[in-house]
Structures are given as structure tokens and as C-alpha cells.
T-cell receptor, first 113, second 111 residues
Framework: GENVEQHPSTLSVQEGDSAVIKCTYS??????FPWYKQELGKRPQLIID???NVGEKKDQRIAVTLNKTAKHFSLHITETQPEDSAVYFC????????????WGAGTKLIIKP | DGGITQSPKYLFRKEGQNVTLSCEQN?????MYWYRQDPGQGLRLIYS??????QKGDIAEGYSVSREKKESFPLTVTSAQKNPTAFYLC???????????FGQGTRLTVV
């Protein structure tokens, strides 16, 4: 079946440095790619998303890039801060499931002071 | 105050008992979902529902759902579920393939 792979599973960066998380997907018809942030014990919340007709989207320190040819998309966080520490999940819509979301396994981002 | 609400936050049950987790939304969303989250793992779909269509996820065995009202999507964990202890998240979206909003989750522990 279709799947989404997310790497790395854990990422530790120095405060102020940049963090990049990458996801690859298998369904070439996927058209929606959200990123969610989940703090410990809390609900996942959408931080940024992108549609397949766009290559890049930015929102302050957060950006997402999409490479449809290679079927991968990435989350970029610049000038990381302690409050960025969380688990980040990517997802992709799957055509064969009426465009329901298939989720990556998550990346635990640790910001070192 | 619009949103999606799950209850209870923590739930303890004895092995062999059925248990129902509540999920309510007042966002007028057509699609609702139940996910299971285990430590160090992503979100695994149990069931989704939109209009009259229920879709089973890969881990639906031992779970059942109903959607008698648009606002409500309860999940029943039956004794047939071999390893029910987990964090359960309910979500909703206006339709499939767009942003999903999550409830705060229910942590179920079966002893």
C-alpha cells in the first residue's frame, strides 16, 4: 500500500541553528502535504501545509518545500528556539483512499540550549 | 467556542471489558477520524467516516464506531482488541484531504 517515510526519527540541534525534516511519499497523485507539531501529552496541531501546485511555502521561521518529481517534501525551521522542541509529523493525501491522509512516523526535535 | 472535544482524558478498564471513547465536534465538519498513537510511533488510522461512508484503517480489528449524529463519533474498544492500551486521538475535517483538527486525546489503560 501507499506509505509516507519520515526522517530522521530524532533530531537534536543547537538553539539558533536550523532544523530540516524530510518525508517521502509513494502516491504520485498525492496533492496535499501538511505538517503537524505535537508537544508532549498534547494534540497535534497544524503548523504549515502545501498543495501540489506549489513548490514552497513560508510562514515566519517555518517553510515547507515540495519536490513532486522526487516525491518528497521537507520542513525547514530556522533560528530554532526551545519552544520548537516537540514531535513533528508529516502526512500526504492518498488518492486510493479518497485523499485521506497517511502519516509519517514522526520526528522528535530536541533544541539544545 | 468551536472545537473538537474528547472525553475522558484518562480511562482505565479491566481486561475483557468493552469501553467507549467519546468525541464531539461543533465545527460542522463532514469527516471524522479515530487514530491510535503508540509511543514512538505515528498516527495509525482506526476508522474514518464521511457522509454515509465508513472506512476501516489497517488496525480496525477490535474497534467499532458509529455516527448517528454529525457532531458525534464514538469509538468502542472491544475485548477483541488484543493490545488496547494506547493514546487515542479523534479528529475532524470539513472534507477529506484538507486540514484535520484534533481533540486532546484519551489515554486508555487496560489492566
Amino acid at each position: 500500500g501507499e506509505n509516507v517515510e519520515q526522517h530522521p526519527s530524532t533530531l537534536s540541534v543547537q538553539e539558533g541553528d536550523s532544523a530540516v525534516i524530510k518525508c517521502t511519499y509513494s502516491d504520485s497523485a498525492s496533492n496535499y502535504f501538511p505538517w503537524y507539531k505535537q508537544e508532549l501529552g498534547k494534540r497535534p496541531q497544524l503548523i504549515i501545509d502545501i498543495r501540489s501546485n506549489v513548490g514552497e511555502k513560508k510562514d515566519q521561521r517555518i517553510a515547507v518545500t515540495l519536490n513532486k518529481t522526487a516525491k518528497h517534501f521537507s520542513l525547514h525551521i530556522t533560528e530554532t528556539q526551545p519552544e520548537d522542541s516537540a514531535v513533528y509529523f508529516c502526512a500526504a493525501s492518498i488518492r486510493d483512499s479518497n485523499y485521506q491522509l497517511i502519516w509519517g512516523a514522526g520526528t522528535k526535535l530536541i533544541i539544545k540550549p | 467556542d468551536g472545537g473538537i472535544t474528547q472525553s475522558p482524558k484518562y480511562l482505565f478498564r479491566k481486561e475483557g471489558q468493552n469501553v467507549t471513547l467519546s468525541c464531539e465536534q461543533n465545527l460542522n465538519h463532514d469527516a471524522m477520524y479515530w487514530y491510535r498513537q503508540d509511543p514512538g510511533q505515528g498516527l495509525r488510522l482506526i476508522y474514518s467516516q464521511i457522509v454515509n461512508d465508513f472506512q476501516k484503517g489497517d488496525i480496525a480489528e477490535g474497534y467499532s464506531v458509529s455516527r448517528e449524529k454529525k457532531e458525534s463519533f464514538p469509538l468502542t474498544v472491544t475485548s477483541a482488541q488484543k493490545n488496547p492500551t494506547a493514546f487515542y486521538l479523534c479528529a475532524s475535517s470539513m472534507y477529506l484531504g484538507i486540514e484535520a483538527f484534533f481533540g486532546q486525546g484519551t489515554r486508555l489503560t487496560v489492566v
